[in-house]
Each structure stands twice: as C-alpha cells, then as structure tokens.
C-alpha cells in the first residue's frame, strides 16, 4: 500500500492523492531517517502517492497535520502561506507547506533560489504561484512584498526549537545492527536486505525480482505479480541517475531516489562493489 492511502485510512486526510504518479506534489510528507554515516538525523520532501509504506520501516514521516492546525496552533509556515493569499482551492497546499516546511528544518533561513528549487515538485492551478512565493520568501532576507497586498507584521516567527524531535526509540532502532525485513501482500513481497552479502543472497535467489530505488518508477505499475528487492542503494554510485533527476523530476522525487540509505549503502562507501556485481550479473535496477 502506497503511503497516501495508508494515511488517509487512518483519517490523515490532510495529504492529498492528486496525480498519483510524482508530479503535482499534492501528497508531499516529510521523512526523517537517522544516517548512521552523517550520524545525523536527515529530513527529506517525498511524494507520498509512490513511496511504499513498507519502506519507511524505522522512519519518521510528519504530515501537515502534525505541524499544526487552527485547533492548536498554526505552524509559521501555515499561517505566511495563508496571510499571502497563498491558497485559493486549498488542494496543493498541504503539499507547498510540507515542501517548504522540510527545507526550513534543514535550512532555516533559505534563499529565494532554496525556494524555487523546493517547490519544482509541487503545481498550482490558481494562484499562479506568486502569493504562495510572497508567503515564504518572507523566510527570507528578501523583502520585496507589496505591503498593500497583506501584511506579516503580527505573524509567528520561526522557532526551530519549537519543532517535532525525531522519535528516540527510532533512533535506538536505527543504531542497532541491521536485520532482513520481509513484507508479503496479496501482490508483491517486499525485501529489504540487512546488508551487501543479503542482497547478493537475495538476488540469486529471486533472480527475476527488480531492485527497487526509491520506486519512482515500478510504483506506477502496482498490478505486477513478483517478489521485489529494496536495497536502498545512495545513487552516488550512478552519476548519471543524479543529473538525469535534476533535469526531470521534482525535488520529491529526486528526494525518494537519495532518502532510503541502509547498510547496503554503508558497506559500498568509497567502493565499487555494487556496480561490479550489477555489471557481472547483468542486473536491470528499476528506479
């Protein structure tokens, strides 16, 4: 099950299902994993129509619910979007603030080109983009906003400190040594290996499965019947999938195919380990 329908049948109904297929951005979330490399907690935009909820296994995924709300108390980046009319049919909104919430968690004063790079993924219908850039370029040192317009002089400021901690117990999860998961649904079975030597095994075993970075490709073609394999390999060790993604896909996308980094990627640091076994076993990897 895709990570959009998973949410809204447990009554998160506040990420759209737009498209379906990565391009309107409706259905962005944010991911935080811990990175055992960095030893950092990493926060990443994704599109939640293909992210498989299988593989945010030891993840934290934060939806426009969870960063406040009228009944609470709206989150900065709410309240600017919404005092710049930034929001006319509201369907693309959960998406532009949850792309523009996940860059101030990693960079909380961007620049104008941060913004623009950020929102690549996310369309609007309505309102022709500028209100929703004069929304958040006021995170900026940019200052050029009619003041006839709206007004930010009683907003919120942003607090970094305010916002949500990576849950600890995921943490302590992420710092243990790592195990094989297995998860069987009516279609497709899903693999994730603990490390090099798993995927190795796994391959020769299922010879025929596809391994899967970042499903932003096999996810379109959810009727297909075959075990899969989720090594999670950090595209580094293919250049040309980077700048193919700079050129065509949204910052979620490209997000999806660098975000799910695990051991497989710790072992093949600084090696071509992988791409010695793919090119001598003729392996097809599906992004």
């Known amino acids: 099950k895709q990570c959009v329908l998973f949410l809204c049948s447990v009554g998160l109904t506040g990420t759209k299902y737009g498209c379906g297929g990565g391009g309107c951005g409706a259905c962005t979330v944010m991911v935080s994993r811990y990175d055992p490399i960095q030893d950092t907690v990493l926060h990443w935009s994704v599109n939640a129509c293909l992210q498989p909820i299988c593989s945010l296994h030891g993840a934290a995924v934060v939806t426009i619910e969870g960063i406040g709300s009228t009944k609470t108390k709206l989150h900065p980046v709410q309240e600017h979007i919404a005092k710049a009319h930034g929001s006319q049919c509201w369907f693309c909104t959960p998406g532009m603030v949850m792309s523009m919430y996940t860059l101030l968690r990693n960079n909380p004063q961007p620049t104008m080109e941060d913004i623009r790079e950020t929102l690549g993924g996310n369309l609007c219908r309505c309102t ?23 007004s930010m002089d009683e907003v919120l400021p942003l607090d970094p400190t305010q916002d949500l901690i990576f849950p600890p117990e995921l943490l302590i999860m992420r710092k243990q040594k790592a195990e ?46 075959h075990p899969s394999i989720h090594p999670s390999i950090h595209p580094f060790i293919q250049p040309a999938l980077v700048q193919t993604l700079q050129c065509l896909a ?26 010695e076994y793919i090119h001598k076993n003729n392996i097809k990897l599906l992004n």
């Open 128 to 150: 022709g983009y500028r209100p929703i850039i004069d929304g958040f370029k006021t995170f900026c040192d940019v200052r050029t906003i009619s003041g006839e317009l709206f």
């Open 180 to 225: 094989q998961l297995c998860f069987q649904g009516e279609k497709v079975r899903w693999i994730s290996p603990a490390d090099l030597k798993d995927l190795i095994k796994l391959k020769a075993e299922y010879s025929n499965a596809p391994l899967l970075v970042g499903n932003t490709t096999i996810g379109w073609f959810q009727e297909e019947v």
């Open 250 to 275: 949204g910052k979620q996308i490209r997000n999806m195919a660098v975000s799910n980094k695990t051991n497989c990627c710790k072992e093949l640091r600084g090696t071509d380990g992988l791409m």
